[in-house]
């Protein structure tokens, strides 16, 4: 089992939190109806944190330019953003959430192409 994310009681059904786990870049957990997804925080148009943007169903919003993504699978899915961006598994384990050892990303899948 990966780093230690957060609690899942600190991301509410349909919200998103700004994580920070030692030796990776910031990620963002998100909350779709129970079900947890975990996605680099850095949009990949601008420099803006997608955890500050919002949360609309599966897409996950950036507060700079309006770029969406889909947070299971970090594809664009919403202009300006055209590049996806990396995604993480998570597991729950005792109310916690952890990365797993594993990074599935469109990301790196669009990178090895």
């Not at 009681?9 to 957990?29: F, T």
């Not at 998100?30 to 997804?37: D, E, I, M």
């Not at 995604?87 to 005792?94: A, M, S």
């Amino acid at each position: 089992m990966g780093p230690f994310l957060c609690t899942t009681s600190d991301v509410p059904e349909g919200g998103r939190k700004s994580v920070q786990p030692e030796s990776l870049p910031e990620l963002v957990v998100c909350n779709v109806a129970g079900t947890f997804y975990v996605l680099a925080a850095t949009c990949s148009h601008g420099e803006a944190s997608l955890a500050a943007g919002r949360l609309l169903g599966c897409e996950l919003e950036c507060p700079l330019h309006a770029g969406r993504f889909d947070v299971t699978t970090g594809g664009a899915t919403r202009r300006p953003a055209k590049k996806p961006v990396e995604t993480y598994q998570c597991v729950e384990q005792d109310g916690g959430l952890y990365l797993t050892d594993a990074a599935s990303s469109a990301a790196s899948a669009s990178q090895a192409a």
